[in-house]
């Protein structure tokens, strides 16, 4: 322990009692303050980045392999499924796994109510994990089994807003790729929940063949391949591009108007307005860490004036003005340091309220979740507690040199 940290410890100590204990509690409460409202601030970042881009994956996947039309028009023309191609895909590096979809829209109709309702049938390749971990009653709908059914696992907004529960068939009418009406009927197998409303609304999942019997009874024609990424997708999306292209020069022309796109291609309003928050983040955490400088600030020179005399008395015995200052900025870190204690755990603890029992909602409408997401990540915590006191104690050393204008002289003829 030097002799300057041992100094400001005794300081502290005999602090409590001194005339800038206002000051020094002001300042520990401004930086609690502070770092309860950043971490708060980022952990609904993290939450709204997290929660909303794994919706998302688990709606549609990381890549998708389709028509390349669907960027400009959110839909593209069907394909013939071509077993090589999705060998070859599952193939490319960085693909965890790989399988084929179909997506038809119609309408769902129980007795008087009706509502729109696109179908996604999936085959037994597909990892249904994601959709299991949502399900809320009922069972998972029966898919790539040797017997097709008409199992159909719909949200519990779709439910609530057509009246119907487990085991209830509902109707189901579609345009078939000829602009044909067709009728079918399925049989609700389970009832899932996102809270994503806008998505919960609009998707179904059934067994990949009833989906191709609905839209190409006669061709058996697919949407696309969903791709799920062991790494950045897209570094994935470009390998599945060169996937694509050497198929179509080996002769699969079913891959003649494909493409890959990731979720940030089919979903660029989303990430943009994630990218806002990014910025409003940005903006608070600026301004709490300007408010927590300016109190540390205020308290240094508090923290200085009201050791005026001792200053005097260390400099008469020879303390250099680097020591003298380096007591002052040990003395301001440690208050940092109880504040931010403070701080971290009101932060926390408020972020764990909101995760655990969901006191603050939002309106799907505007914010297309009901809940406010929360999400704390070790790394941010630790980064935004180390940066904090390394940029608080490097800013304190400009009120510190004050200290070289004492002199010991007149503190101590003052005394005297």
Known sequence: MSFEYMLAERTARSGRASR??????IATVSTA????????????????????????????????????RVLRSGAGEPMPLSDSFLEQLRRCEGVAAAWPYAEAAGMAKNGEQVAGLGIKGVDGECDLEWWRSRLVAGEMPSIGGDARTKDLLISRATA??????????VEMLFMDGEGRPRRDRFVVSGLYNTGFEELDRTTALTDLRNVQR???????LISGYEIMAA???ADVAAAAEQAIETAFY??????GSAAAVTLRERYPVVFDWLKTHDV???????????????????AMLIMVLDRTGMIGVLKAMGMRNGAVRRVFLY?????????????????????????WLHPVRLDPEGYMLSVLPVRVEAWWVVALNVGAVAVTVAVMTLPSMIVARISPEQTLKYRQ
């Open 20 to 25: 800038a204990r206002i000051m020094m509690r």
């Open 33 to 68: 303050l502070g770092i309860a409202v950043m971490i708060v601030t980022l952990a609904v970042v993290s939450g709204f980045r997290h929660r909303i881009y794994g919706d998302l994956r688990g709606f549609g996947s990381d890549v998708r392999g389709c028509d390349v």
């Open 160 to 169: 609530s807003a057509l009246r119907l529960g487990v085991g209830d068939k």
């Open 214 to 220: 609905i839209a190409s009874p006669d061709n058996g």
């Open 231 to 233: 790494r950045d997708a």
């Open 250 to 255: 080996a002769g699969d022309e079913s891959v």
């Open 280 to 298: 409003n983040a940005r903006v608070i955490l600026a301004v709490m860490m300007a408010v927590v400088l300016f109190n540390m600030a205020s």
């Open 331 to 355: 003395r301001a870190a440690m208050l940092f340091v109880r504040g931010a204690a403070w701080g971290n755990a009101v932060g926390l603890a408020i972020v764990g309220l909101q995760a």
